[in-house]
């Protein structure tokens, strides 16, 4: 009788044991964890059984347990338990793939002290078996474990499996916002040169053409004496434009174009509905099993949460954010230069206004010269012909109209994914 007890003790004692790993994992699902392995050690010991298999974490050597339900019914949760070990400060990413099985989460990351429990929900899809492969990536310090396992389960037909259920995952490209330029001009500075005026059997000084040796300049004159052996009373300054390489402007955050690529897919249990738009081809075939089902069309949400008013410095292999100050102080200045060149161009002018003019020469070429030579190229831009090309951080927000023309069993219906509105009209 005696041993009777102590048996039924012992029984209770493993029952409990079981029964907190159990509710460890129901509990902390998807979450950091930190388990004293001693504590369930000395559980497992005062049940008085050896035959267990201890879970003491070993450093960088990181392991992990898969259940997976064998037995399941179409359109009925079950749940897939994960168990990872042997790291006192671990990462574990894991990802399932299926195409006849739903699953909660498609990608789950935890970081686990020791041990960690993850739980996930699945809906098969399709009566009979079902296959699935998950990933594992578990990284502890310097080591690794990467591997792929294959698992399947055997479903049955629900009772009230009277409706396709289906689940939407959108598989995104390159994501950017093309902006058109505004108030563009060619970036550039002013030279100055001088010398004793080119005057014709009379004393009237030569054009600009024969002063400069170029049509493409200024010039102006100031009287003096040091020509005066040339029997020439003025001395002619030149003005040429010096081209940086670069042009400058704004971004049109008005007229802006999104540029995106993504694949759409709809897990059903008829198989998998595909479809590839972009901002090109706005409107696609939808396939199941290569067979036109239907048609999409995807419209942006909320491009605008991604427009910045930018100001340029660029040419084809470089461009340079520049702020609002140093874009008007540069504009303002050019303006000013060119407003005094064609007040004064092929004139006589005086010495207080030539030194006002050469001052601001000398101003523009410092603003030119410590753009182009100190500030920092933009990282995530570039120039396409007459576009400003940005990649955006994240992803768009889509609007997508499903049109199905095929009885699929699913219903008039609106579901979301990341931010994206998807609905689904069956004719």
């Known amino acids: 009788m005696r041993h009777k007890i102590q048996s039924s003790i012992e029984f209770l004692l493993i029952a409990s044991a079981i029964s907190i790993l159990c509710f460890t994992a129901t509990t902390f699902y998807a979450k950091n964890i930190s388990v004293n392995f001693k504590t369930i050690n000395t559980l497992l010991s005062i049940a008085g059984t050896n035959n267990y298999t201890e879970m003491r974490p070993i450093s960088n050597k990181p392991g992990f347990l898969t259940y997976f339900p064998m037995n399941s019914r179409v359109d009925n949760q079950s749940s897939v338990q994960m168990y990872v070990y042997g790291c006192s400060s ?181 198989g998998n509905m595909t479809a590839r738009l ?16 239907g048609y999409a069309k995807s419209t942006v949400l909320n491009i605008n949460n991604f427009t910045n008013e930018s100001y340029l410095v660029y040419n084809s292999s470089r461009i340079i954010t520049i702020n609002y100050s140093q874009y008007m102080d540069y504009v303002q200045e050019f303006d000013s230069i060119n407003q005094m060149l064609y007040d004064y161009n092929n004139t006589q002018i005086s010495y207080p206004i030539r030194d006002l003019l050469l001052e601001d020469l000398s101003k523009l070429s410092n603003i030119v010269n410590s753009i182009v030579n100190e500030n920092v190229s933009a990282s995530k831009c570039s120039m396409d012909r007459t576009h400003y090309v940005c990649n955006i951080d994240g992803n768009f927000d889509y609007i997508i109209n499903i049109t199905l023309n095929k009885e699929l069993g699913i219903t008039n219906t609106t579901t979301y994914y990341n931010g994206s509105v998807i609905k689904m009209v069956v004719k």
């Open 90 to 270: 671990g990462i574990a990413n894991i990802r399932f793939i299926s195409n006849s099985i739903l699953f909660n989460a498609d990608n789950v990351s935890i970081r686990f002290d020791g041990v960690g429990f993850i739980t996930n929900l699945l809906e098969p899809l399709i009566v009979g078996k079902n296959l699935a492969n998950i990933s594992y990536e578990i990284i502890c310090n310097s080591s690794v474990l990467q591997t792929n396992r294959t698992y399947y389960t055997y479903s049955d037909a629900y009772d009230n499996a009277n409706k396709t259920k289906f689940k939407v995952s959108i598989f995104y490209g390159n994501e950017s916002i093309l902006y058109r330029m505004s108030n563009t001009r060619i970036f550039s500075s002013v030279y100055d040169d001088s010398g004793c005026s080119d005057v014709n059997f009379f004393g009237n000084p030569y054009g600009v053409a024969v002063q400069c040796g170029t049509a493409n300049a200024w010039d102006f004159r100031l009287r003096t004496s040091q020509c005066l052996q040339q029997y020439v009373y003025t001395i002619t300054y030149c003005l040429y434009p010096q081209s940086s390489g670069y042009s400058i402007g704004k971004t049109e955050t008005s007229n802006i174009t999104p540029r995106y690529s993504f694949n759409l897919v709809v897990k059903t249990r008829y």
């Open 278 to 293: 972009s901002n090109n081809d706005q409107t696609s075939n939808v396939l199941l099993d290569g067979e036109v089902v």
